[in-house]
């Protein structure tokens, strides 16, 4: 009974082993490279995975994600003799499982010298000047160079960034004072410009405000001058009224009477020599001799 009891729990240690040994577990961010008696036989997608126990096995368990490496710093010497200490990160996700695995034997190192090695061949083929301002196209021309290389080993690099490049000392205080001294004359240039700016709208304005003030002072005395010209006017209008007034009344009243006047004249004429004479009607007469009296008096 003891025996059979032994043998039972044997069995089922046993089975717990095989399926511990069948089943595997991918995480989402992996996948898996199975060998049978080591030879490479599939690569598991993530999730629960059943294998034969003690036949096949997952060698690794490969990340698919980005990844980033650091590359180490370096001095490089570029196209006019000056030692610069450049370093880069590079990032990069794996493409194929199978072939990161049985290409290259240790991928982060061999990238790292690829990219060590060919950031010496770019930067040392320019000057200072150009390391220091050509980040971009250096970045570029390393990304497709580690491209091409690293494609058979079942990687893609996405990026490559140069994090720094690093002058001596002496030159990067030399470099510091002379962008002290440009910021100091730009400076300088632009307070100059400020201040011409301003002394020209301030000439604008002051112009501007002569301008209007003369503008105001012309519409003033065309006002004056208009208001005069209308009272001339007015007043002409006026003194040509009364003049009409006046010739009217003289043509009513005194041509009439100068007539009458020189009838009298005639009539006394008459009289004084004993002429005959026709007198005018009543009316006339009565004014006549009223004209008369009055000389006699």
């Given at each position: 009974m003891e025996a059979t009891i032994a043998t039972v729990v044997v069995i089922l240690i046993l089975a717990l082993i095989v399926l511990?040994?069948?089943v595997i577990l991918i995480e989402q961010s992996q996948k898996g490279?199975?060998?049978?008696f080591g030879k490479y036989k599939e690569t598991l997608e993530p999730g629960l995975n059943f294998l034969i126990p003690f036949i096949d096995s997952v060698v690794a368990k490969i990340d698919m994600r980005e990844t980033v490496l650091d590359i180490e710093p370096q001095p490089v010497i570029t196209k006019d003799n000056v030692t610069v200490t450049v370093d880069a990160v590079i990032y990069y996700y794996v493409t194929e499982p199978r072939a990161v695995r049985y290409e290259v034997?240790?991928?982060?190192?061999a990238v790292s010298k690829l990219a060590q090695t060919n950031l010496r061949n770019l930067v040392g083929d320019m000057s200072l000047d150009e390391s220091l301002t050509s980040r971009e196209r250096i970045n570029a021309a390393l990304r497709t160079t580690l491209d091409e290389a690293t494609d058979k080993w079942g990687v893609r690099v996405t990026r490559v960034e140069v994090k720094e490049i690093e002058p001596p000392a002496d030159i990067s205080e030399a470099m510091s004072k002379q962008m002290k001294a440009e910021r100091e004359k730009r400076a300088t240039i632009l307070t100059a410009e400020?201040?011409?700016?301003?002394?020209?709208?301030s000439a604008e304005?002051?112009?501007?405000?002569?301008?209007?003030v003369a503008e105001g002072?012309?519409?003033?005395?065309i006002l004056i001058a208009e208001g005069d010209k209308q009272a001339a006017m007015l007043r002409?209008?006026?003194?040509?009224?009364?003049?009409?007034t006046?010739?009217?009344?003289?043509?009513?009243?005194?041509?009439?009477?100068?007539?009458?006047l020189k009838q009298l004249e005639v009539t006394q004429a008459s009289l004084e020599k004993n002429t005959k004479i026709v007198l005018p009607d009543k009316a006339r007469l009565i004014n006549i001799v009223d004209m008369l009296r009055g000389r006699e008096d």
């Open positions: 511990g040994k069948s490279v199975v060998e049978r034997a240790n991928f982060g190192v400020a201040y011409r700016e301003k002394q020209i709208l304005g002051d112009k501007q405000n002569a301008i209007l002072e012309r519409q003033k005395a002409a209008e006026g003194q040509a009224k009364a003049i009409e006046v010739s009217a009344a003289a043509d009513k009243f005194f041509i009439g009477n100068a007539q009458t």
